[in-house]
């Protein structure tokens, strides 16, 4: 069994990534799980499926025709398994009243570092069943705290099974089966939280896997502006000649320039990413926006970088 956590700062399309990432691990014969634990139903949004629940169900197809299971989860149901599990507490009624008391609420939003935990520990339930589960894990300024289970453990009781299942719980997240990979895109923002994360997370001693550079563009209209850009004059003749408006030049030259500093930018920031020390996955811009074709298509190019083959 494995488990591959996925985080990245917020709009880099981490969710996006687990999911290709779900589609080429999906062998026949493999059971693939993909999981979020945010609550923000982003699985449901890229693969074009219901929203998803507590139960899981198979949300779409892998490549070489295995198929990928969906699951949503939810802190508070978590904290009413754990109840039944550890304590023989529960039923359907019994957490109705620990909803309504109140106990619920704060055991998974006040008291610290419960919450995590109930999370981190139904993601480990499900990694025992799975041949390969996928975390779309919270974003890279709270990942460290996120997996580091073995710091809530002061928030719990000292003994006892909900204990001990954190101490299992952390010790998968600390082995050789787990891989957190961080996604990023080739901007400032992104790249700095990413060598801030991979230095966390090294820190904390997590076991990493790849930087995954996402949305990457074509540069090929840049490496042929980058040799030089024509004068105005020169511009506006051809436009002329062309039966276009020759005022047309100056913003023509200005969104060369543009792209060319763009271009510098990210074969800057390229060069950082490269220079972390991890392995680096490269996934194209969708110009045409995400759906599940474009997921599958993503998978097809980890594939043919070598990962999950």
């Excluded at 981190?120 to 289970?149: H, M, Q, S, W």
């Excluded at 099974?161 to 787990?178: F, G, K």
């Amino acid at each position: 069994m494995s488990l591959h956590v996925l985080t990245g700062k917020g709009g880099t399309g981490k969710t996006t990534v687990a999911a290709a990432m779900a589609v080429a691990l999906a062998a026949p014969g493999r059971r693939v799980l993909l999981v979020e634990v945010e609550g923000r139903q982003g699985i449901s949004q890229v693969l074009d499926v219901a929203p998803l629940g507590t139960e899981e169900r198979t949300v779409t197809a892998g490549l070489a025709g295995g198929e990928v299971t969906g699951l949503s989860v939810e802190p508070s149901a978590a904290f009413v398994e754990y109840l039944r599990r550890f304590y023989r507490i529960g039923g359907s009624a019994t957490g109705g009243l620990l909803r309504r008391a109140g106990v619920v609420e704060f055991a998974t939003t006040v008291a610290p570092g419960v919450r995590d935990v109930l999370l981190t520990g139904k993601v480990y339930d499900e990694v025992r069943r799975y041949d390969e589960v996928v975390l779309d894990a919270p974003p890279t300024g709270r990942i460290g705290r996120f997996l580091d289970v073995s710091r809530h453990l002061a928030d719990l009781a000292r003994v006892g099974p909900v204990h001990r299942h954190a101490r299992v719980v952390r010790d998968l997240l600390h082995s050789p089966a787990t891989r957190v990979h961080v996604v990023t895109t080739l901007e400032p923002m992104p790249v700095q939280e990413t060598t801030e994360a991979l230095a966390e997370l090294r820190e904390s001693g997590l076991p990493l896997g790849s930087v995954v550079v996402n949305r990457v563009r074509s540069l090929q209209d840049a490496a042929v502006l980058i040799d030089g850009l024509p004068t105005e004059a020169l511009v506006a003749r051809e436009l002329a000649a062309a039966r276009l408006d020759p005022a047309l030049a100056s913003s023509l030259l200005a969104g060369g320039r543009e792209a060319i500093a763009r271009w510098e930018q990210e074969h800057t920031l390229g060069a950082e990413v490269a220079g972390l020390g991890r392995p680096v996955l490269h996934l194209d811009e969708m110009a045409e926006g995400i759906g599940p074709g474009e997921v599958h298509a993503l998978a097809h190019q980890l594939r043919e970088q070598g990962w999950g083959g």
